[in-house]
């Protein structure tokens, strides 16, 4: 599978944006997907997952609340709605497939990856 994330840009805080990570392939729906980011010089974060059929999510603490994963095989997409959104949230994000479609809580299990899509926070 090969993965293309879109939909950053520019938002003041408290507004919403919506990412999508578009996937090739037929075997999409075998697989667990994720959302990470990366803000300059901080360590990479695991931002949110979700199982194969979508039954199982996982948001990170820093985002609960206020982000939402969800998922739609029928279009190979997943999506990070995120609220509310605030400064720290600035960063690149980016989507991942593990193979393993139950495992969506297991960061190493990430292997494949898409490009990073910016998201900028301005407060």
């Known amino acids: 599978v090969q993965l293309q994330a879109f939909g950053g840009g520019l938002v003041q805080a408290g507004g919403s944006l919506r990412l999508s990570c578009a996937a090739s392939g037929r075997t999409f729906s075998r697989y667990a997907m994720g959302w990470f980011r990366q803000a300059p010089g901080k360590e990479r974060e695991f931002v949110g997952g979700i199982s194969w059929s979508g039954g199982g999510t996982y948001v990170a603490d820093s985002v609960k609340g206020r982000f939402t994963i969800s998922r739609d095989n029928a279009k190979n997409t997943v999506y990070l709605q995120m609220n509310s959104l605030k400064p720290e949230d600035t960063a690149v994000y980016y989507c991942?497939?593990?193979?393993?479609?139950?495992?969506?809580?297991?960061?190493?299990?990430?292997?494949?990856w898409g490009q990073g899509t910016q998201v900028t926070v301005s407060s």
């Open positions: 991942a497939a593990a193979r393993s479609g139950a495992d969506y809580l297991l960061e190493s299990l990430y292997t494949v």
